[in-house]
């Protein structure tokens, strides 16, 4: 069993910044590439960033400049540091991750998700 646990979501005045963790545990063998999902009422689910085992990352052009995304390996925990939100930004932030399991299964895994509000 495999859960990925976000916090960090909640309320922010446009040009805020808020940051995001999600930690992945349990039956854990290794991650590979972690990153962040979000998806805003009516809109479909949209990429924001990822990041590799190794430090690589992506990002949507979108919040390129903006979002940083970083990994605490030993923690097992992505993070995405926002700065100079923008009301588009308001969405509900998913974290994902690709765990190989104890059993040695490749899957990706989904949090639950985190609301983010950036008011104008």
């Known amino acids: 069993q495999v859960q990925l646990v976000e916090s960090g979501g909640g309320l922010v005045q446009a040009g805020g910044s808020l940051r995001l963790s999600c930690a992945a545990s349990g039956d854990i063998f290794s991650i590979n590439a972690m990153g962040w999902y979000r998806q805003a009422p009516g809109k479909e689910r949209e990429w924001v960033a990822s990041?590799?085992?190794?430090?690589?990352?992506d990002y949507a052009d979108s919040v390129k400049g903006r979002f940083t995304i970083s990994r605490d390996n030993a923690k097992n925990t992505v993070y995405l540091q926002m700065n100079s939100l923008k009301p588009e930004d308001t969405a509900v932030y998913i974290c994902?991750?690709?765990?190989?399991?104890?059993?040695?299964?490749?899957?990706?895994?989904w949090g639950q998700g985190t609301q983010v509000t950036a008011s104008s």
């Open positions: 994902w991750g690709w765990i190989v399991d104890t059993n040695r299964n490749d899957y990706r895994y």
């Open positions: 990041i590799t085992n190794v430090g690589r990352t």
